[in-house]
């Protein structure tokens, strides 16, 4: 009799795992959403007010975009790129920014080193000094320091899940809730399966880090409220993982909520953000205004 292949995580064999990570395996058509990113981008920095690549930190990617506020006071969304910890910059996510700015808000899309030029510790905390520079430097661009919320989309989301654990008091000397909510949007918050999956390739971290990145393990320390988005064409572990850390939060007492987008899959749900009345937007606004 032939044996069955061994399962290497949950119910997972080896193979289903890798390609329960491996977008491409679920979205053939990748490289037309891609382009979609880009050209929506150009737009969105042709017609809107833009302080390009801002410095927030002393390395070479360590900038920001900003879509200014049209009055002062006002919201301001951050929001983090995903690229599964290793492509897309801030100019791919610029087409996000016009649903915010045209709803009163301002917009700042964040750009960081990537791998393999830095590893995933280090984006974390280039993402935490790039929040820590918005709220210091708000007021400049019409935004309200008290009135800052945070995205971001399949490792950008876990970035950001990382970031909203933040103690801001005690490493940045700002106040505990300097975020007022968390949008994550396809995201990854336990890496325990990721670095068992094909990932390990490219995402190298030690047992500690692993624990110490993994969001579901800490939300205890969560200090705002959090909404997890994904699309129901989502590969297996991107629909089980959002579900999950809905849960573990409820579970902890902590503000959480958990969303199914009919339709979307991985690259597509973005796209829900150039387009006010989508789920996603109005989700998005729905939490600063």
Request: hydrophobic share 45%; proline share 6%; glycine share 8%.
């Amino acid at each position: 009799m032939r044996a069955m292949p061994a399962k290497v995580y949950l119910d997972y064999t080896q193979e289903e795992l890798d390609r329960a990570y491996d977008q491409t395996a679920w979205v053939g058509n990748r490289a037309e959403y891609v382009a979609w990113y880009a050209a929506e981008s150009a737009k969105a920095r042709a017609r809107l007010e833009l302080r390009r690549g801002v410095a927030y930190g002393p390395g070479e990617d360590e900038t920001l975009d900003i879509f200014p506020a049209a009055v002062p006071g006002a919201p301001v969304h951050v929001h983090v790129h995903g690229g599964r910890w290793s492509v897309f910059t801030k100019e791919d996510m610029s087409f996000i920014a016009p649903t915010f700015v045209e709803s009163g808000a301002a917009c700042v899309v964040l750009d960081f080193s990537c791998i393999p030029k830095v590893r995933i510790p280090a984006m974390v905390e280039q993402v935490k000094r790039a929040i820590a520079w918005v709220h210091a430097n708000a007021a400049g661009f019409g935004g309200d320091p008290e009135r800052i919320h945070l995205s971001g989309h399949s490792s950008g989301a876990h970035l950001a899940g990382v970031a909203l654990l933040t103690d801001w008091k005690k490493e940045f000397n700002l106040p505990r809730d300097s975020l007022k909510s968390g949008l994550l949007v396809s995201g990854m918050y336990d890496l325990r399966p990721v670095v068992l999956s094909a990932r390990s390739s490219y995402v190298k971290l030690s047992g500690d880090e692993v624990d110490a990145l993994s969001v579901i393990l800490r939300p205890e320390a969560l200090a705002a409220p959090v909404t997890l988005v994904f699309g129901d064409r989502e590969t297996p572990e991107f629909r089980r993982q959002p579900k999950e850390y809905a849960s573990v939060l409820a579970a902890a007492g902590k503000p959480a909520r958990a969303i199914e987008i009919p339709g979307a899959n991985h690259f597509g749900i973005l796209q829900q953000f150039a387009d006010p009345a989508s789920v996603l937007s109005r989700t998005a606004l729905g939490l600063m205004f």
